[in-house]
């Protein structure tokens, strides 16, 4: 059959070409759409900056060991971490030392001394992740987001998760026992406490506890003998200061608190030093923390909330 309009042939060439022109587009968009999915899955920091102990627990808690190029200088846990090189302490980190590391990612925490260092690194192009991990609430979201910056979404949540289930099954143990009254001793000279605006009295409250200490303004505030004794605390915990022997501090703690003779917690011998990184770290051992502190509390009781025979 012969066609009688040149221009038939015409557009019907156009046609396919159109036809074909659009077969190879949509094949090379699925390519870039696949190609663009990996990327935005795979690209995650591969040289992790932490300054400060807890953050550095949450990553090598998360998996990321490897790419943790630096800590900060108090970051001792896991023993892992000692290994690692040191961009400061946890309340003067050196931005020089950070900037030295070639970080693709710096997570910092918001309090002035590290936001002050984390406005200087953004200045400088770096990538800060900066977090306010002050109440447990906190420390969840935080890992979370750790997660989410790293490419461990999954992982952290799941941590979260489990960190959360933990700590609330604590308090469904310890719920219907006594609240027993606790002092929480920040420093001893002067007497500070924790207040109950605090990480802490969350920790005395899931533990079955009370704080002896009523509302404050102050999160930490400094008391007197007349408030001390108008408490009456029925136990004492106090975390080991500086680098001091635990057994050393303890004797020590005792004689100190010998003064006030007639506080129930001195009178029954309820004074406790305790190790403070599980219990003053929002990090991932805070539950092991929890579980300690409730074992003070409760003696008789072990952390599944039973009675012992002791």
């Known amino acids: 059959m012969t066609l009688k309009k040149p221009w038939t042939l015409l557009i019907i060439a156009i046609a396919c070409l159109l036809w074909g022109f659009g077969l190879y587009w949509r094949a ?7 190609l663009a999915k990996t990327l935005s899955t795979t690209n995650s920091p591969e040289r992790i900056v932490s300054l400060a102990p807890n953050l550095t627990e949450i990553l090598f808690a998360l998996g990321l060991a490897e790419r943790i190029v630096a800590v900060s200088s ?23 030392a950070v900037v030295a590391s070639r970080p693709d990612l710096v997570i910092t925490l918001a309090f002035e001394q590290q936001k002050s260092v984390a406005e ?7 990538e800060v992740l900066t977090l306010k991990i002050e109440k447990i609430d906190e420390l969840l979201t935080a890992i979370r987001e750790i997660g989410a910056a790293t490419g461990y979404k999954q992982r952290a949540e799941q941590m979260a998760k489990n960190i959360s289930n933990r700590l609330n099954d604590l308090q469904l143990k310890f719920g219907l026992t006594d609240r027993v009254k606790v002092l929480w001793v920040a420093q001893t000279e002067p007497l500070r406490v924790a207040g109950r605006n ?12 009370e704080n002896a200490i009523a509302a404050t303004i102050g999160r930490y505030p400094i008391i007197g003998t007349e408030e001390l004794l108008a408490c009456g605390p029925e136990v004492i915990i106090q975390p080991v200061m500086g680098t001091g022997n635990i057994r050393l501090q303890q004797k020590a703690a005792e004689l100190f608190w010998g003064r006030w003779a007639n506080l129930p917690a001195v009178k029954n011998n309820r004074i ?12 991932p051992r805070l539950p092991q923390g929890a579980e300690l502190i409730a074992g003070y509390l409760h003696p008789k009781r072990n ?8």
């Open 28 to 34: 090379v968009s699925q390519k870039t759409f696949r």
């Open 74 to 96: 108090d970051s001792d846990y896991p023993a892992e971490a000692a290994g690692k090189s040191k961009v400061g302490t946890f309340w003067q980190p050196n931005t020089e």
């Open 120 to 126: 200087s690194l953004k200045r400088l192009g770096y």
């Open 198 to 209: 605090t990480f802490i009295n969350e920790l005395i409250e899931l533990a079955g506890g």
């Open 272 to 283: 406790y030093v305790v190790e403070p990184d599980t219990v003053l770290r929002l990090g």
């Open 303 to 310: 952390v599944n909330g039973k009675k012992t025979d002791n």
